[in-house]
């Protein structure tokens, strides 16, 4: 499966900001698909996941409350929408997918996104 995140964008504390990831070459509903983050200077962290149905979510403890992940399997895409954002959040955020079920570990996922950047001024 192939993935392009896009959305990314420079955006003030406090704004939204909406990523997608749309997937081609097989259908979404066989993977988990998981939103990762890399700050400058910092390891790759787990953001969000949902399952292949789309029916279960995890959320880091970072952006529980201001991020929402949602899955539409018939359009193979997953969209990240962030409210609040913080100056922290600002990062290069990777989609990526999983063919063995859910995980918050990179090595879990098997096919990987181009990174969009998120910028968060203060």
């Known amino acids: 499966v192939q993935l392009q995140a896009s959305g990314g964008g420079l955006v003030q504390a406090g704004g939204s900001l909406r990523l997608s990831c749309a997937a081609s070459g097989r259908t979404i509903s066989r993977y988990s698909i998981g939103w990762f983050r890399q700050a400058p200077g910092k390891e790759r962290e787990f953001v969000v996941g949902i399952s292949g149905s789309g029916g279960s979510t995890y959320y880091a403890d970072s952006v529980k409350g201001r991020f929402t992940i949602s899955k539409d399997n018939a359009k193979s895409t997953v969209a990240l929408q962030m409210n609040n954002l913080k100056p922290e959040d600002t990062a290069v955020y990777y989609c990526?997918?999983?063919?063995?079920?859910?995980?918050?570990?990179?090595?879990?996922?098997?096919?990987w996104g181009q990174g969009t950047l998120v910028t968060v001024s203060s």
């Open positions: 990526a997918a999983s063919s063995a079920g859910m995980s918050v570990r990179r090595n879990g996922f098997d096919y």
